[in-house]
């Protein structure tokens, strides 16, 4: 899916408060010494989906397995995906390691037109990705669902990995 961005549209990025990006920092640069602006702190999009990395920029990572593809969102995230004719929906989801070790399971769903096909279990901080599939033939509308209820997410709300998702004939 990653590699057909005009299918995948971000309805819920689960930024409920905008913050800055948690990677970035007020750097003291060598030529610029301990005085002066320095490099100055970026809000570059942070908390949005992104294809095949993760929502701080890193290499998608679940229990320390890394993927190469597949899209890393928030909890609170609703991904809506166009669907041509496919009839499987496959990924593999779990936490992302840049993520706090704080904080409650996440589950993970899918809806097609409004219905739930398929959850997840609940996922903890560490536990290894497990694997979602959903019939989708005859689904218009195709629903990636991210949801968490950990205390750690009012202070940040944590990553989340849709691992090698696609859309299969």
């Known amino acids: ?16 408060t905008p913050r800055a990006d948690p990677t970035i920092h007020h750097s003291v640069t060598a030529w610029s010494g301990t005085k002066g602006p320095g490099e100055h702190v970026q809000y570059g999009g942070w908390g949005g989906a992104r294809a095949d990395r993760a929502v701080y920029g ?7 397995k890394d ?33 706090l070790a704080a904080g409650g399971p996440m589950r993970f769903a899918v809806y097609g037109d409004g219905k739930l096909l398929a959850t997840s279990p609940p996922i903890d901080f560490g536990d290894p990705a497990t694997v979602l ?14 949801r968490s209820s950990g205390p750690g997410d009012a202070v940040q709300p944590r990553p989340a990995v849709w691992a090698n998702a696609r859309l299969l004939r």
């Open 58 to 64: 890193q290499v998608l990572r679940v229990a320390g």
């Open 1 to 16: 899916m990653s590699e057909q961005p005009g299918r995948v549209n971000p309805a819920v990025d689960g930024v409920d």
């Open 67 to 99: 993927y190469d593809t597949g899209l890393g969102v928030l909890a609170g995230s609703r991904l809506e995906v166009r669907n041509a004719g496919f009839r499987r929906f496959a990924a593999e989801v779990g936490i992302d390691d840049a993520g």
């Open 133 to 146: 599939e959903a019939d989708v033939s005859g689904v218009k509308i195709v629903e990636l669902v991210t």
